[in-house]
């Protein structure tokens, strides 16, 4: 029998090294034995263009090898297996070519986002059929641990990949265990899929708070009569499109598995590739290309294009009327959206149905505070976390701020949340945790064990706690 690696000739010396591997590594995938008989040539398909950037950017172009076996007169397609981008790409080198890729200036979602889309349109125009004979294999996974490969934006996608049922052929090259204390549960190669709605959602926060300067997208959940509503805010500019066409399809699909409504919220982007442009463009919608991927796959999802929640504002509209500065839902989003890890800030505990936002200075508290104890908080501090705006003198609007912002709240499971709220033990503005002398030995003994909270204490927190413990 023979095993045909079909590529193009624009990459052809960077696949001619890896193509025998691929073949052997997605036969096996699939259950298909070689035989000492069996042999495993290349093809390569010459691509019109003038030069190899030409060539790779005909739409006919994608990064993929496709295995064939040659049989009967049709070689039959047995699968297509996308192919990451290379730093150290030799057919570019042989052209001259420079790579800056994996230095300051790389985007690490170039490696595996950026050109996705061709490798799945290639996938559904061969194979039309939705049998996950489509494959992906890593390049430079030999090369050092704080190259691109290793980037956790990357770390993630090969675990949505996985998720959506699209193996990684060389995953194990890739030691997830340093990645441990980073995402919600603990991974390694054979154990990647997302099970859980609300801990992908928790990883992609803590990227995303990882990623400031980049402000990516979030997410934010509202409660409409009595259903738990999920938005994710889809941000398409350049290369965060592809991310997001994962993240998406993977949370859609996740959300369908457990009964959960997400939207999809289409979010203007400001932008402006040459400096001198004065007047911002905006991202007006998804892209072509994502939108045909999209149909394609026959995702089913909708964008909704609206640039800002009404629902916040109205929400806000509400409560004010109320004179009620409690917005438990409005605290969470603050606190999920602000990255930190959602595990219980005394014992760890992660298992969502027990996990709760404590507030760290009490609602009573707050809407007992006069206007000289108001000003008493930094300018700025108020400024900056100030939810209308357009009215920055307005006292419930400040109280409002107080009580739903994310350094006002900390993760506590239902027990530690109930012992705090009941002021069994405090916490210092230092983090350390505090059980009084008068307290019952019960209690001693089962917060012995924590000494201080798990997360980091930004200043704002700190203030927090300093009033609480007043
Ligand atoms: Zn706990």
Request: glycine share 2%; with cysteine; charged share 30%.
């Amino acid at each position: 029998m023979e095993y045909i690696a079909e590529y193009y000739d624009c990459n052809h010396l960077t696949y001619d090294k890896i193509y025998e591997e691929v073949v052997k590594l997605a036969l096996k995938q699939l259950n298909i034995t070689l035989k000492n008989s069996d042999s495993i040539n290349n093809s390569i398909i010459t691509i019109s263009g003038k030069n190899i950037y030409a060539k790779r950017s005909n739409p006919e172009h994608s990064r993929t090898i496709i295995i064939r076996k040659k049989d009967d007169v049709n070689d039959k397609i047995i699968c297509i297996v996308g192919i990451t981008n290379t730093s150290y790409d030799e057919d570019k080198q042989n052209e001259g070519g420079k790579y800056v890729y994996g230095k300051k200036d790389y985007h690490a979602n170039t490696y595996l986002s950026q050109g996705i889309n061709k490798i799945f349109e290639k996938y559904l125009d061969l194979i039309k059929s939705n049998d996950n004979r489509l494959f992906f294999y890593l390049l430079d996974t030999e090369k050092p641990d704080n190259t691109y490969v290793y980037n956790k934006t990357n770390i993630i996608n090969y675990r949505l990949l996985e998720t959506l049922g699209f193996h990684i052929l060389n995953i194990d090259k890739i030691n997830f265990s340093k990645y441990n204390s980073f995402f919600t549960s603990s991974i390694d190669s054979n154990n990647l899929k997302y099970t859980s709605f609300s801990k992908l959602i928790n990883d992609i926060t803590r990227l995303n708070s990882n990623n400031s300067g980049n402000n990516p997208s979030y997410i934010k959940e509202y409660e409409d009569k009595g259903e738990v509503i999920y938005y994710y805010m889809c941000k398409v500019l350049s290369a965060q499109q592809y991310d997001n066409f994962l993240k998406i399809w993977t949370l859609k699909t996740l959300a369908r598995n457990e009964g959960k409504t997400l939207n999809i919220i289409f979010y203007k982007e400001k932008y402006n590739y040459r400096k001198n442009d004065s007047i911002p463009k905006e991202t007006k919608n998804m892209t072509k290309s994502l939108e045909s991927i999209i149909k394609k796959l026959n995702i089913e999802f909708e964008i909704i294009k609206d640039d800002k929640l009404k629902y916040e504002k109205d929400d806000y509209r509400k409560h004010r009327k109320k004179n009620d500065i409690r917005n438990q839902t409005l605290l969470k989003n603050n606190l999920i959206n602000s990255g930190r890890k959602k595990e219980c800030s005394l014992c760890g505990n992660n298992i969502d149905d027990i996990l709760e936002v404590s507030h760290i200075l009490g609602v009573s508290k707050i809407n007992d505070l006069t206007d000289a104890d108001i000003n008493k908080f930094p300018p700025d501090f108020i400024n900056d976390i100030l939810i209308d705006n357009s009215n920055r003198e307005d006292v419930f609007n400040k109280k409002y701020s107080l009580a739903n912002c994310e350094d006002n709240a900390i993760w506590l499971c239902a027990n530690h949340h109930k012992l705090y709220d009941s002021n069994k033990y405090h916490i210092c503005s230092n983090g350390k945790i505090e059980v009084s002398e008068e307290e019952s030995s019960e209690i001693k003994e089962y917060l012995k064990d924590h000494k201080s909270i798990s997360c980091k204490i930004s200043d704002r927190m700190k203030k927090f706690l300093e009033l609480a413990n007043n």
